[in-house]
């Protein structure tokens, strides 16, 4: 009897302990868990922003390629109105001096169509060169993002299996638990049974003094008996 109660006892302390490690084991996953899904969060917030800042940098330098384009819009301007100038003093000067003037306007002209001529190749240049550079970044950056959020949504899968195989030791531990309160309890039944038993033969025999447990009896009368 005092085995079986020592053995039960230690297998109730081992269930108990299990369960609370079990327990712990749970929350600090638990806690695992939000701190990676903070973390993604933080690493998601943080990737959006440095796109942010580099689109904001990108539309910054664009800006200034833009006011370097409108000072050649400026000198283009100047260079037209300078060019009227001209047309007028050769309309003045057109009796006199026809072939010279003839000769500059023509020169003039073609200064003219060769500026607006590298003008224009320049903005399409740039505008090119910054269409190219915001594409690229924007396509390592959308590849560095698709990594990370790959690595994280491995991360919290191999966590929910943590988890879930954590659930299912504890289901466990309590079957095991209930088995042992079955185990206990049929060993208190079996030791009533045997009890009443040993007092009904003892009764039989006249053996059994009225006042006094059968078990009492039984170790008096066997102390008889030696």
Do not use: W
Request: aromatic residues 4%; proline residues 0%; glycine residues 2%.
């Amino acid at each position: 009897m005092n085995y079986m109660q020592k053995k039960t006892s230690r297998r109730q302390t081992t269930i108990i302990t299990l369960s609370d490690q079990n327990q712990k084991e749970i929350y600090d996953l638990m806690q695992s868990k939000q701190r990676m899904l903070g973390e993604f969060e933080d690493k998601k917030n943080a990737v959006l922003r440095d796109v942010l800042m580099e689109k904001e940098n990108l539309l910054a330098k664009t800006k200034k390629e833009l006011e370097d384009l409108q000072e050649y819009r400026n000198l283009q301007y100047e260079q037209a109105s300078r060019i009227k100038e001209l047309e007028k003093e050769v309309s003045i000067m057109r009796g006199k001096h026809s072939d010279s003037i003839m000769q500059l306007k023509s020169r003039f002209l073609k200064e003219k169509r060769e500026y607006l001529h590298d003008a224009a190749s320049k903005v399409v240049a740039m505008a090119k060169e910054a269409n190219q550079e915001a594409s690229q970044c924007l396509t390592e950056h959308t590849h560095r993002i698709k990594l990370e959020n790959r690595r994280l949504r491995h991360q919290l899968l191999m966590l929910i299996q943590q988890t879930r195989a954590l659930h299912e030791h504890k289901d466990k531990l309590l079957d095991q638990r209930r088995q042992l309160q079955m185990e206990q309890q049929y060993a208190r039944d079996l030791k009533t049974l045997r009890s009443s038993r040993q007092h009904k033969v003892l009764k039989s025999f006249g053996l059994l003094d009225d006042g006094k447990p059968a078990m009492e009896t039984t170790i008096e009368t066997a102390d008889e008996v030696a």
